[in-house]
């Protein structure tokens, strides 16, 4: 499998309604569902828990309900957004959460990732409508250190964390198994 890293192009930038000022927005490239674990691996690497998914209901049954709450996984339901906010602390529960992730993303539903300090729940419910820019009309972006919204062609990173905000440095946690594409990245 090969992954690419580049600048963000503005298309991919204006998906998102985020406060723009220090955040350096980055694109992942890589073929998800292709049983190698990329964003499991990645975001395992990369980030620090907890670490706060938000994921729609749609593909939420009762047996994932199940075993979220068997590896004990915090969670909230916004009824009004139909979204499901999740706070995870351990690997054994962000492998589970990475796979709906990648299985919602898949089926052309996106996910997001957030990582920073002192977020809650409420901070994480989305405004999202097809012909405008996702908002997280509650969230205080100077809380986020980085945000990722995972798309079926891969990810979005918006990051003020300087161990990532550039493509050479963003490489570096990209997992071993994986071939970079020098050709597609911007190094």
Not at 44 to 57: G, I, N
Not at 137 to 157: C, Q, R, S
Request: charged content about 20%; hydrophobic content about 40%.
């Amino acid at each position: 499998m090969s992954v690419f890293s580049q600048n963000s192009h503005i298309s991919m930038i204006n998906r998102i309604k985020f406060n723009k000022k220090d955040f350096t927005v980055l694109s992942i490239g890589v073929m998800l569902r292709d049983f190698e674990g990329f964003t499991n691996n990645f975001i395992k690497a990369t980030f620090e828990f907890p670490l706060y998914f938000v994921l729609p209901m749609m593909f939420i049954d009762d047996e994932e309900i199940g075993q979220m709450k068997l590896l004990k996984i915090e969670y909230q339901i916004d009824k009004k957004s139909e979204w499901m906010i999740l706070k995870v602390e351990t690997n054994a529960q962000l492998k589970l959460i990475t796979d709906y992730c990648e299985w919602s993303a898949c089926n052309g539903v996106g996910s997001f990732m957030f990582q920073g300090n002192g977020i809650h729940y409420d901070d994480l419910c989305p405004n999202v409508n097809w012909s405008l820019p996702t908002e997280f009309p509650n969230l205080d972006w100077g809380k986020v250190a980085t945000f990722i919204d995972i798309h079926e062609v891969g990810y979005t990173v918006f990051t003020n964390d300087n161990r990532i905000n550039s493509t050479l440095k963003m490489l570096n946690y990209i997992p071993k198994e994986y071939e970079i594409d020098l050709d597609n990245c911007d190094i």
